[in-house]
T-cell receptor, first 113, second 114 residues
Framework: GDSVTQMEGPVTLSEEAFLTINCTYT??????LFWYVQYPGEGLQLLLK?????DKGSNKGFEATYRKETTSFHLEKGSVQVSDSAVYFC????????????FGTGTQLKVEL | NAGVTQTPKFRILKIGQSMTLQCTQD?????MYWYRQDPGMGLKLIYY???????DKGEVPNGYNVSRSTTEDFPLRLELAAPSQTSVYFC?????????????FGSGTQLSVL
């Protein structure tokens, strides 16, 4: 079945550092790929998405490119801020019905001054 | 802008008790979902619904039941609570017919079974 593998956290960075959170997937067909973010005490929010190979999703300075050849969707940001501290989830939308998503285990990011 | 509303936010149950987690959305979404989030395990789909009167099992449905009598509401029922059901529960909804539409999440219910 479909699966998503994320790098384990926590990831601790200094403010203005470069961020990469790795995500790879296994899926049949051509899924859509997502990054969701969860701030403390809140539900998940969509951060960005890409629906086909070579698409780049971007939002709030974060970017991720759908790489079919490496089955990856790594999240990057050039300069993180303390306010980016959160848990980041990679997810894929499968080929089956019901619009269901399969999530990775999440990566906690801590940004320090 | 209420979005997806879950109640309660916190609950402690004794083993064998039952309860219903409430979820309602005001976006007229057809799709609704219940996920549980365990530490280090990501989110697992419990049940989902593609419209009023239609529900289906997700990845981890055992010990739970759902109903979808209206478009707005999608309650999750625990009949005989067990410690393994200690988790954070998230309800979500989506309006898209095609794959990969955006999910809107509630703020979660933290449940402890002791």
């Amino acid at each position: 079945g479909d699966s998503v593998t994320q790098m384990e956290g926590p990831v601790t960075l200094s403010e203005e550092a470069f961020l990469t959170i790795n995500c790879t997937y296994t899926a049949t067909g051509y899924p859509s790929l997502f990054w969701y973010v969860q701030y403390p005490g809140e539900g998940l929010q969509l951060l960005l998405k890409a629906t086909k190979a070579d698409d780049k999703g971007s939002n709030k300075g974060f970017e991720a490119t759908y790489r079919k050849e490496t089955t990856s969707f790594h999240l990057e940001k050039g300069s993180v801020q303390v306010s980016d501290s959160a848990v980041y989830f990679c997810a894929l939308g499968g080929a089956g019905g019901g619009n269901k998503l399969t999530f990775g285990t999440g990566t906690q990011l801590k940004v320090e001054l | 802008n209420a979005g997806v509303t879950q109640t309660p936010k916190f609950r402690i149950l004794k083993i064998g008790q039952s309860m219903t987690l409430q979820c309602t959305q005001d976006m007229n979404h057809n799709y609704m979902y219940w996920y549980r989030q365990d530490p280090g395990m990501g989110l697992k789909l419990i049940y989902y619904s593609v419209g009023a009167g239609i529900t289906d099992k997700g990845e981890v449905p055992n010990g739970y039941n759902v109903s979808r009598s209206t478009t707005e509401d999608f309650p999750l029922r625990l009949e005989l609570a067990a410690p393994s059901q200690t988790s954070v529960y998230f309800c979500a909804s989506s309006g898209g017919q095609r794959e990969g539409s955006k999910l809107f999440f509630g703020s979660g219910t933290q449940l402890s079974v002791l």
